[in-house]
């Protein structure tokens, strides 16, 4: 095991489906088990749903289930670690995964926290009586037994420590940063990429791309992104949404998809930016990358708000784009107005939106200062880092 002996630390890494094509955490688990396998430790994938090729792994089922954690018993037999990846959707808003630690007998269990902070499990438990149970880390609104158990919580942003330091004062807080979902893949010189990416999609050489990244899905503000461009090319500018991202997620299953995709796209239609859009749905790496690297501007309006626990914003970040988001109730330290990237104050405002890209366009010299800072940025969250920060840190829990 690492720090002691030869024998490699043996993590088991548990999730939900590991569909890359369908969730962005999925993708993110299956890069860190190809990190963690490259510096050294013994990596299992335990999860619902099929095992990728290449993939070591164990299915436990379709989804978590009591099933499930039977099997999940056995297959974290010779774990020296169990590491969860946690968000919501991941495990079909179900709490069964919350009750791991009950089958993973006395392996330390380390969760990673991608959501968190808006959602319970019990809707009738009153909030007076998780205000009782959490500080004595009986239970968890959002993760049942895995956060109060855990030996430490990770998390990857500092609204997300400060939520959980709230409910557990006493439960070592890690924060470890994610990296960017899709790397830069693109080989082709930017004179030649520019213009020929602008003849595929049949508009003009000169016209201006803007580009979201990321699963389609009603938070992500794409309704009022489609309006604040029919503001734009209502002042004459030629400019065109470029949608690089796929409907259906764990968040938004297939007739849910289906049904907000053609919503959508009449929705951008009436708004006057219909012929204007362009929607990929999902593409390998090196399609999105290739896209993204011809875009002017990449604008991010999740309803919600941006901050750095998002892939989305990492990749487009990393591509060198000039990048306009909608700002966060709890502003990241890191996205400053101006400095990393163009924060617009409102969210679900297709004027404020159109500001803010106008800002963009109108000021190269902005456009080029933030687009260098964002590159910076992203260029910290450098994943063979972040994968020996986590193998750091459970081994050090393993010991």
Known sequence: MSGGTARPLRIALVAGPVREDRDGVAGY?????????????????????????????????????PVALLRARRALAGADVVSVQFAPSMYGFRAWVGLLPLAAGRRPI????????????????????????????????????????????????????????????????????????????????????????RVELGVAPDAVLLAFFGFVHPVKGIRYLGEAV???????????????????????????????????????????????????????????????AAADVAVLPFTAGVTTKSGSLLTVLAHGLPTVVTAAPEPDPEL?????????????????LADGIRRVLDDPALA?????????????????????????LLAEVAR
Request: hydrophobic share 50%; aromatic share 4%; proline share 7%.
């Open 29 to 65: 688990v299956l890069r860190l088990a190809r990190e963690l396998t490259g510096a050294g430790a013994v990596v299992r994938l335990v999860h619902t749903g099929a095992t990728p090729a290449g993939v070591r792994g164990v299915s436990v089922g379709r989804r978590w289930s």
């Open 110 to 197: 380390v969760p990673t926290l991608h959501e968190y902070g808006w959602w319970t499990w019990a809707r009738q438990v009153p909030r007076t009586a998780w205000r009782a149970l959490e500080p004595r880390r009986l239970v968890d609104r959002e993760t049942a037994l895995l956060v109060p158990r855990a030996a430490r919580v990770v998390v990857t942003n500092a609204a997300h420590a400060e939520d959980v330091r709230r409910r557990f004062p006493d439960l070592p807080v890690v924060a470890i940063p994610i990296g960017a979902n899709v790397a830069v893949a693109t080989s082709e010189p930017a004179e030649v990429l520019r213009p020929s990416v």
């Open 230 to 292: 029919a503001r734009l090319a209502a002042e004459g500018r030629d400019v065109h949404l470029l949608v690089v991202g796929g409907f259906e997620s764990t968040a938004l299953p297939a007739a849910e998809a289906l049904a907000f995709e053609a919503e959508l796209r009449a929705h951008l239609a009436a708004a006057g930016a219909g012929d204007r859009a362009r929607i990929t749905g999902f593409l390998p790496e090196e399609a999105a990358s290739r896209l993204l």
């Open 336 to 352: 400053v107005d101006g400095a990393t990237c163009v924060v617009v104050p409102a969210v679900r405002d297709a004027p404020a």
């Open 368 to 392: 080029t200062r933030i687009a260098a800072a964002g590159r910076a940025l992203a260029a910290r969250r450098d994943w063979p880092d972040i994968a020996a920060r986590h193998l750091a």
